[in-house]
């Protein structure tokens, strides 16, 4: 075997195609530094990993060695393993004459819209009311979908609501949707606490107070978010305890539903109460789910464990109430904090001493390096892909559809070793038609779209098995050569991410001052090639204004066949800073709050003219009046 065909055995990638199309290399150092953080596979993963089908396929398996199938219902089932399979779609168990595996039969396919449908993308925490503490919250979500339902949008796309961190009121809350602490689990910081069972009847008079406390934090547009976790806890655990939730049989009920899964969470959260974020320093017993603490801990703080899933169980309802109508597409970040709860609960999985990020391209010529753990694609199988079916059913199940963010890294992740520059890392490449399967199979069990956030690096023939898979492709106007009438009708087509550069700041130059004042070396030539695109194919007047720029933008998306036709709400209210500026620290990425209540939105101009753009492109007889 040669030295390349071992590493592909591996899944490293020793040679691939870069961002230029030109043929790139890994060196010796990068490949012997991959080759250590996978691992040598365990032989006995190979006969004991997950066998993923369809309807139709035949196992492949010797056939006198099958023994049958245990359903997921745990019904059993005798099958011919000769035969096109018949069997219904799940997660079953193979049972042969040497051993057991898990079985999944996926449609092969997601769910599509049912029709030609447009909406807002927003940033929850940004998307503030006047009855918001501080932040925006589920509650401000469930007006923001009634909005949209009436202004006759079909879905609100928002960023990724998943726990962030402690839910202590002294380990400072983690600003960054995309650096989650789970991926299965809510950020209880969303949860809208008036609205949460017993609330108002537990608190009285006190809950006016503390709701003046809250509202008093939306008088800064800059989102203090530990302020407002400190308010929201103490009104959320005096619920908890005075109504006695723990003996709710209602939640009894849902506990039992998540089963390990969520006292394992719920472990991980009172540990990080008592010893601080950041596992990897907690006493050696706490440090892995099945250490002496850590059993411990399931006896001695038993109110504590069910606070953590009380909060889950009541996000949950919040969330299923506000997609009622308006289907909420969730964002699901491409991994997890090292020192977060996914982390803990699947160390032995995950890749040490690496992280992920992408390789240089014209935007990030050093590349990036997103401080993300991957797992290692053998451990993954070894544990029948349980990490990465959770997250995606976690994230798809209660809102009704999907943004996978990078969704390359389903097929390959670009590696950085530590101590190495992100440059210098280095592909791993994934089982990506096993884990398009489950995706798959979750989605048509949810009946939820899913949307692949394809930007950056795509390796060729990447965009087409998404497309055979019925996963829609992610076209922008900022990164797209050809006009939008040119675009796939299977894609979301929007103006930017949150990444990028609003309309607002592009065209009065307020985020080129912006990156310059967070250090960072701006592209002049890529803005003023922006701006020449809404001048000459938008006919955008070099002297317009920027609300007039926003509105010549999506006259321009709008001519856009994708499925899906997004407005982003910074731009409909021409705002100028941008969520995020990737590569600065110093600046308050994540944390700057849309300048207008969200109880205005109705009545503001630019929030009715982008709405009636779209929504004429997906229904040309829609009047502005209806």
Known sequence: ??????????????????????????????????????????????????????????????????????????????????????????????????????????????????????????????????????????????????????????????????AGGSTSTTAPQEPSPYFPSSRRFFNPIFLAVGDVDGAAEVLGGRLARLAADGRALNGDRRIDRDAVWRIKREALREVFDRTRAAGSPDFAAWRRGRGSTAEDFAVWSVLSERYGSGWHSWPREAQ?????????????????????????????????????????????????????????????ALALGVTVGAPPDPFNRGGQNWGLPPFVPWRLRALDYEPFVEAIRATMAVAGGLRIDHVMGLFRLWWVPDGMPAAKGGYVRYPSADLLDIVALESVRSGAPVVGEDLGTVEPGVREELAARNVLSYRLLWFEEDPPPRWPAGSLAAVGTHDLPTVAGLWDGSDLADQRASGLDADVAATERLRELLVERAGVPTDASPSDAVLGAYRLLAQAPSALLAASLDDALAEPVRPNMPGTTERPNWSVALPTPLDDFAQHPGVAAVADQLRRAVSPTASAAE
């Open 1 to 162: 075997m040669t030295d390349d065909a071992d590493e592909l055995r591996l899944g490293i990638q020793r040679t691939y195609l870069d961002n230029a199309d030109r043929p790139a290399r890994l060196d010796d150092e990068t490949v012997a530094a991959l080759r250590a953080a996978v691992g040598e596979p365990d032989p006995q993963v190979a006969d004991e990993a997950p066998l993923v089908v369809h309807p139709g396929d035949r196992l492949g398996v010797e056939p006198g060695s099958v023994r049958g199938v245990q359903l997921e219902n745990g019904r059993p089932v005798e099958i011919d393993a000769a035969a096109p399979l018949d069997l219904p779609l799940g997660y079953h168990r193979l049972i042969t004459a040497t051993t057991e595996r898990r079985l999944i039969v996926s449609p092969g396919a997601c769910v599509l819209p049912d029709r030609r449908e447009w909406g807002w993308t927003a940033q929850l925490y940004a998307t503030r009311s006047r009855a918001s503490w501080g932040i925006g919250d589920l509650g401000d979500l469930a007006r923001l979908t009634a909005l949209a339902r009436q202004q006759g949008a079909g879905f609100v796309l928002v960023n990724p609501l998943h």
């Open 288 to 348: 892995r789910p099945d250490g002496a603490l850590a059993r411990a801990v399931r006896d001695e703080a038993p109110g504590d464990l069910a606070f953590v899933a009380w909060l889950q169980w009541q996000a949950e309802k919040q969330l299923r109430a506000a997609g009622q109508g308006v289907k909420v597409l969730q964002d699901l970040p491409i991994g997890v904090d090292p020192q977060g709860a996914d982390a803990w609960a699947y160390q032995d």
